[in-house]
């Protein structure tokens, strides 16, 4: 049994399984960060390797050619950064937008930003892909400008892709949680929180 689609109205038949509350779990909000800080390695390892493989002579030279000063390299790097964080969200709330039909909600709490479709009930399968889009796509998109762009904007590329990776550290943590139920579940993404309904 499956869901039929994205709805306003969850049907009788569900009712609340969990709620993960970002806002209020400060546990859970700290233990991802943490997890986040240890992926930062892998990630960056792995985003390397692949950048490596794209461009295996000039990905040194992005590295070691300076030719803008230290304090303009480091405001590039701070803005390829804060275009990122802006770009995972809009990714899902492109996502929301395709697969709800609605324009999706967006809003900054905290220490994380968010995008959410809180009047919608959204079948396991593709939230999956809600939570999983910004990481492939910005990621893919990376890779390809990797490719083409002049070699001193590999570096803060590399370093936006990297951090959108550890960022999707949440994203990831749901998604994981969401695989292992069953597809009939639905869920409310309300930004800050979202709640998990599934059959009794």
Known sequence: MTNKGPT????????????IDFSKDRRLLIGLNIIGLI??????????????????????????????????????IITIIVIFIILHEVVHGIFFWIITGSKPVFGFKGAYAYAAA??????????????????????????????????????????????NAVGSVGDLYVVFWLFLKPATVYIQDQGDAINIYGLP
């Open 8 to 19: 306003t109205q969850l049907p009788t038949s569900h009712s609340l399984l969990r709620a």
């Open 118 to 163: 809180p009047g919608w009930f959204i079948p396991r399968n593709p939230y999956l892909w809600i939570g999983l889009s910004p990481l492939v796509v910005l990621s893919l998109t990376g890779f390809v400008l990797i490719t083409v762009l002049p070699v001193n904007w590999l570096l803060p590329i590399m370093i936006g892709l990297i951090f």
């Open 39 to 76: 992926l930062l390695f892998p990630f960056g390892w792995l985003f390397t390797r692949i950048a490596s493989i794209l461009r295996p002579a000039t990905l040194a030279q992005g590295v070691n050619i300076v030719s803008f000063s230290a304090i303009a390299y480091l405001i590039i």
